[in-house]
């Protein structure tokens, strides 16, 4: 462990992520929302998470499923406007609260460093 | 996936999305047009969409990172089909196009239908263009990081 790379930054580099992925598969829900046949996805965002701050350094490789209990459309498409434009204002809140949460990190290490130089 | 790939997926759904309303519109405007190049009455159009499997650009983006899978794809107009529904007649004998007993062939376009069809469209084009300010501002947010 070094002092600019805390163990904290790592966690909240995994947690941006798996959140900026979910953001990814949201959006591909909300592009086929009108083609016939489509079924809504999501992750399992506590599994990829865990998964992820347990191996920060491996290679984030989420596995996206189906999501059980939505209504099916006529045309066999399964997409919630309702369902994904939350997920979208949630996901990108998520996203906001890592980044701010990093950089408050970052101003710690960077306060720090500056305190040094006064003794 | 990488954030900017997210606004290549919702980018390929404002295409989608637009192509539809170009046809939904070419339906309302030929609701009374009798004479096409192919001969009798204008035939309704619909779009048909599949799903896009990302682009060749975008998948030797994230080659180094095994992210993509099925779960990401754009959405891409897989064909413009003509409606079979047989043409509506309507006694006019005063008209051109009028056949020997006095009836017209009309495209069998309901404005109804169209305007609701016409409307879906607007609402996704709009659905995505929040999923493409979510992506922008994300994508500030991390640059922020650096400042």
Same mark, same amino acid.
Do not use: C, W
């Given at each position: 462990?070094?002092?600019?790379?805390?163990?904290?930054?790592?966690?909240?580099?995994?947690?941006?992520?798996?959140?900026?992925?979910?953001?990814?598969?949201?959006?591909?829900?909300?592009?086929?929302?009108?083609?016939?046949?489509?079924?809504?996805?999501?992750?399992?965002?506590?599994?990829?998470?865990?998964?992820?701050?347990?191996?920060?350094?491996?290679?984030?490789?989420?596995?996206?499923?189906?999501?059980?209990?939505?209504?099916?459309?006529?045309?066999?498409?399964?997409?919630?406007?309702?369902?994904?434009?939350?997920?979208?204002?949630?996901?990108?809140?998520?996203?906001?609260?890592?980044?701010?949460?990093?950089?408050?990190?970052?101003?710690?290490?960077?306060?720090?460093?500056?305190?040094?130089?006064?003794? | 996936?990488?954030?900017?790939?997210?606004?290549?997926?919702?980018?390929?759904?404002?295409?989608?999305?637009?192509?539809?309303?170009?046809?939904?519109?070419?339906?309302?405007?030929?609701?009374?047009?009798?004479? %096409?190049?192919?001969?009798?009455?204008?035939?309704?159009?619909?779009?048909?969409?599949?799903?896009?499997?990302?682009?060749?650009?975008?998948?030797?983006?994230?080659?180094?990172?095994?992210?993509?899978?099925?779960?990401?794809?754009?959405?891409?107009?897989?064909?413009?089909?003509?409606?079979?529904?047989?043409?509506?007649?309507?006694?006019?004998?005063?008209?051109?196009?009028?056949?020997?007993?006095?009836?017209?062939?009309?495209?069998?376009?309901?404005?109804?239908?169209?305007?609701?069809?016409?409307?879906?469209?607007?609402?996704?084009?709009?659905?995505?263009?929040?999923?493409? %300010?979510?992506?922008?501002?994300?994508?500030?947010?991390?640059?922020?990081?650096?400042?």
């Amino acid at each position: 462990m070094s002092l600019v790379d805390t163990p904290l930054m790592k966690s909240l580099a995994s947690y941006l992520d798996v959140t900026a992925y979910r953001q990814g598969v949201v959006s591909a829900n909300i592009a086929n929302i009108d083609t016939p046949g489509y079924h809504a996805r999501d992750i399992n965002f506590k599994q990829e998470l865990d998964k992820a701050l347990g191996s920060p350094d491996a290679p984030l490789t989420p596995r996206t499923q189906g999501v059980p209990g939505l209504q099916e459309r006529p045309d066999g498409n399964t997409v919630s406007l309702d369902r994904e434009g939350l997920l979208l204002a949630q996901t990108q809140l998520q996203f906001t609260t890592g980044v701010a949460l990093l950089r408050s990190e970052l101003k710690r290490v960077s306060m720090a460093i500056q305190e040094d130089k006064g003794s | 996936m990488n954030l900017f790939g997210m606004m290549e997926v919702s980018a390929s759904a404002l295409g989608a999305e637009r192509v539809r309303a170009e046809v939904v519109t070419s339906n309302l405007a030929n609701a009374e047009s009798t004479r %096409t190049p192919e001969g009798g009455p204008y035939q309704r159009r619909e779009v048909v969409f599949g799903t896009q499997r990302p682009s060749f650009a975008l998948s030797l983006a994230s080659a180094g990172a095994p992210m993509q899978d099925a779960g990401s794809s754009g959405v891409r107009v897989r064909g413009v089909v003509n409606d079979p529904a047989p043409p509506v007649v309507k006694y006019d004998p005063s008209h051109p196009d009028a056949n020997a007993d006095g009836y017209v062939a009309y495209p069998n376009i309901n404005p109804v239908n169209e305007m609701a069809d016409l409307m879906g469209a607007a609402r996704a084009y709009e659905m995505n263009v929040s999923a493409i %300010t979510a992506a922008k501002q994300m994508i500030q947010q991390s640059i922020e990081i650096l400042k």
